[in-house]
C-alpha cells in the first residue's frame, strides 16, 4: 500500500474508530438549527411585530385636546376677557376603523409554524438537505476507503502471480494504475467529505463547528403520500400561506385607500369660560375633498392588489410544478435505492468475492477481476446516490406539504 494510501487510512480512522464526539444525527442537527440559526429569531420578531400590529389594528383613533380664547379684548387682559373654551376633540371615521396596516390578517395561521417546537419549514429543508448531502459524502469515502483496499490486495496478488511467473508484467502495471485511480478518487472524497460537513454545520447556524461525522445509513423514507393527497392540500403549504398573505397585504392597502378616501368626522365638545359665566359647546368638523379625491391612490393600491394577485396565482403555479418534481424524484430515487439495495449491490458484491478468490488461486485474468471491481462499485455508488437523491427530495416537498 502506498504512503499517500496509508495516510489517508490513519485520517480515516481517527475520523471512525474513535471521535470525540458520537457522530450526529438527523435530529440533533435540527435541535442545533432550532438553537443558533439567526433566522429563527428573526422569524420570532416579525411573528412578535405582526401580532403587536393586529392588536394596534382597528383601535380608535386617539382623541386631542384644544384649548381657544375667543373674543378676546385688544386691550386689557386677554386671557381674563376673553372666552376660553378647553375640551376633547374626537376624530369619528366615517369609512370604519383602519384595519391591518401590513400582513397581519394573515399571521394567524403562519403561527404554529413558528413555533419553538420545530423549525420553519424553508430551515428544516435546509438542513435535511445538507445532511443528505453529508451523509452521501460519507458513505461514499467509505466506499472509496474500501475501493482502495480492494484495488491494494489487487495489486498484491498480481505481484505474487507475477513472482510465480503466471501473469505477465503488464498485469502489474495496469493494477498499480487501478490502485492510482482508487487512491485519487479517495483523496478527493476525503475532500468532499470535509466540505459536505462544512456546508451541514452552516445549515445547523455555526459553521466554525463541522461535526466530526454523521450518522445516517442507506435507507429511504417513503413518500410522505400520494401525489393527488399533496396536491390537494398544496393551498395550507407555508409557502403557498406566505404568497397568499402577500396577496393579502396588498388588498387589505386597497381597503384602506378606499376607506381613506371617506373624511372622517371630528367631534368637539368644550367648556366656555367668560366673565359672563360658563356654557357648553359642541361641534363637528369634516374635511371636504375638494382638491384631492384620493382617486389616485385608490387606482395605484387597486392596480398593486391586482398584481399581487396575479403574482399569487403564478406563484401557486411554480409551487405546484415544485411539489410534482418532487415527488416523482422521490418515488423514482426510492424504488431505485430498493432495487440496488436488494439485488443489485448484494450480486455485484457476490460476483466481485468470487472474482477475487478466482484471481487469487490463478484460475482467471486481471481483466475479470476488474471487470467485477468496477460493477460493485459503480452499483455501490449508484445505490448511495439515489439515496442522497431521495433525502434531496424530501427535503423539497417540506416546504410544500
Given at each position: 500500500m502506498s504512503k499517500l494510501l496509508l495516510t489517508l487510512a490513519a485520517v480515516l480512522a481517527l475520523g471512525t474508530a474513535a471521535p470525540a464526539q458520537p457522530p450526529l444525527t438527523l435530529e440533533d442537527a435540527l435541535a442545533s438549527a432550532r438553537a443558533a440559526r439567526p433566522e429563527l429569531a428573526a422569524a420570532d420578531a416579525r411573528l412578535r411585530a405582526a401580532r403587536a400590529a393586529t392588536e394596534q389594528a382597528g383601535a380608535w383613533p386617539n382623541p386631542a385636546g384644544f384649548l381657544r380664547l375667543e373674543d378676546a379684548p385688544r386691550e386689557g387682559d386677554a386671557w381674563l376677557g376673553a372666552e376660553r373654551i378647553v375640551g376633547p376633540s374626537q376624530p369619528l371615521p366615517l369609512g370604519g376603523r383602519p384595519g391591518p396596516p401590513s400582513r397581519a390578517a394573515a399571521t394567524p395561521p403562519e403561527t404554529p409554524r413558528h413555533e419553538p417546537a420545530a423549525p420553519p419549514p424553508d430551515v428544516e429543508s435546509e438542513v435535511r438537505a445538507a445532511f443528505a448531502a453529508a451523509v452521501h459524502a460519507r458513505e461514499a469515502l467509505l466506499l472509496r476507503r474500501e475501493a482502495a483496499d480492494i484495488a491494494s490486495r489487487l495489486l498484491d496478488m498480481t505481484a505474487h502471480r507475477l513472482e510465480q511467473g503466471d501473469v505477465p508484467v503488464s498485469d502489474r502495471r495496469r493494477a498499480r494504475a487501478e490502485l492510482g485511480v482508487a487512491e485519487a478518487a479517495l483523496a478527493a472524497a476525503v475532500a468532499t467529505d470535509e466540505a459536505a460537513r462544512a456546508a451541514l454545520a452552516g445549515a445547523m447556524g455555526d459553521p466554525s463547528r463541522p461535526p466530526a461525522a454523521v450518522s445516517g445509513g442507506e435507507s429511504v423514507a417513503p413518500p410522505p403520500g400520494g401525489l393527488d393527497d399533496l396536491l390537494a392540500g398544496l393551498d395550507e403549504a407555508p409557502l403557498a400561506l406566505a404568497a397568499r398573505s402577500r396577496a393579502a397585504e396588498s388588498e387589505a392597502l386597497a381597503s384602506a385607500a378606499s376607506r381613506a378616501r371617506i373624511p372622517d368626522l371630528d367631534l368637539e365638545a368644550g367648556l366656555r369660560e367668560s366673565p359672563a359665566g360658563s356654557s357648553f359647546d359642541l361641534g363637528f368638523r369634516i374635511s371636504l375633498p375638494l382638491f384631492d379625491r384620493g382617486g389616485a391612490g385608490i387606482s395605484a393600491a387597486r392596480a398593486e392588489a391586482e398584481a399581487a394577485a396575479a403574482v399569487a396565482r403564478a406563484d401557486r403555479g411554480r409551487l405546484e410544478a415544485r411539489l410534482r418534481a418532487a415527488h416523482a424524484t422521490l418515488v423514482a430515487a426510492a424504488r431505485g435505492a430498493g432495487i440496488?439495495?436488494?439485488?443489485?449491490?448484494?450480486?455485484t458484491r457476490a460476483a466481485l468475492a468470487s472474482a477475487e478468490a478466482a484471481y487469487a488461486a490463478?484460475?482467471?485474468?486481471?481483466?475479470?477481476?476488474?471487470?467485477?471491481?468496477?460493477?460493485w462499485l459503480e452499483a455501490r455508488l449508484a445505490h448511495i446516490g439515489l439515496v442522497r437523491d431521495a433525502g434531496l427530495a424530501g427535503a423539497e416537498l417540506l416546504p410544500l406539504i
Amino acid at each position: 500500500m502506498s504512503k499517500l494510501l496509508l495516510t489517508l487510512a490513519a485520517v480515516l480512522a481517527l475520523g471512525t474508530a474513535a471521535p470525540a464526539q458520537p457522530p450526529l444525527t438527523l435530529e440533533d442537527a435540527l435541535a442545533s438549527a432550532r438553537a443558533a440559526r439567526p433566522e429563527l429569531a428573526a422569524a420570532d420578531a416579525r411573528l412578535r411585530a405582526a401580532r403587536a400590529a393586529t392588536e394596534q389594528a382597528g383601535a380608535w383613533p386617539n382623541p386631542a385636546g384644544f384649548l381657544r380664547l375667543e373674543d378676546a379684548p385688544r386691550e386689557g387682559d386677554a386671557w381674563l376677557g376673553a372666552e376660553r373654551i378647553v375640551g376633547p376633540s374626537q376624530p369619528l371615521p366615517l369609512g370604519g376603523r383602519p384595519g391591518p396596516p401590513s400582513r397581519a390578517a394573515a399571521t394567524p395561521p403562519e403561527t404554529p409554524r413558528h413555533e419553538p417546537a420545530a423549525p420553519p419549514p424553508d430551515v428544516e429543508s435546509e438542513v435535511r438537505a445538507a445532511f443528505a448531502a453529508a451523509v452521501h459524502a460519507r458513505e461514499a469515502l467509505l466506499l472509496r476507503r474500501e475501493a482502495a483496499d480492494i484495488a491494494s490486495r489487487l495489486l498484491d496478488m498480481t505481484a505474487h502471480r507475477l513472482e510465480q511467473g503466471d501473469v505477465p508484467v503488464s498485469d502489474r502495471r495496469r493494477a498499480r494504475a487501478e490502485l492510482g485511480v482508487a487512491e485519487a478518487a479517495l483523496a478527493a472524497a476525503v475532500a468532499t467529505d470535509e466540505a459536505a460537513r462544512a456546508a451541514l454545520a452552516g445549515a445547523m447556524g455555526d459553521p466554525s463547528r463541522p461535526p466530526a461525522a454523521v450518522s445516517g445509513g442507506e435507507s429511504v423514507a417513503p413518500p410522505p403520500g400520494g401525489l393527488d393527497d399533496l396536491l390537494a392540500g398544496l393551498d395550507e403549504a407555508p409557502l403557498a400561506l406566505a404568497a397568499r398573505s402577500r396577496a393579502a397585504e396588498s388588498e387589505a392597502l386597497a381597503s384602506a385607500a378606499s376607506r381613506a378616501r371617506i373624511p372622517d368626522l371630528d367631534l368637539e365638545a368644550g367648556l366656555r369660560e367668560s366673565p359672563a359665566g360658563s356654557s357648553f359647546d359642541l361641534g363637528f368638523r369634516i374635511s371636504l375633498p375638494l382638491f384631492d379625491r384620493g382617486g389616485a391612490g385608490i387606482s395605484a393600491a387597486r392596480a398593486e392588489a391586482e398584481a399581487a394577485a396575479a403574482v399569487a396565482r403564478a406563484d401557486r403555479g411554480r409551487l405546484e410544478a415544485r411539489l410534482r418534481a418532487a415527488h416523482a424524484t422521490l418515488v423514482a430515487a426510492a424504488r431505485g435505492a430498493g432495487i440496488y439495495g436488494e439485488i443489485v449491490v448484494p450480486e455485484t458484491r457476490a460476483a466481485l468475492a468470487s472474482a477475487e478468490a478466482a484471481y487469487a488461486a490463478g484460475e482467471t485474468g486481471l481483466t475479470e477481476m476488474l471487470l467485477a471491481r468496477r460493477d460493485w462499485l459503480e452499483a455501490r455508488l449508484a445505490h448511495i446516490g439515489l439515496v442522497r437523491d431521495a433525502g434531496l427530495a424530501g427535503a423539497e416537498l417540506l416546504p410544500l406539504i
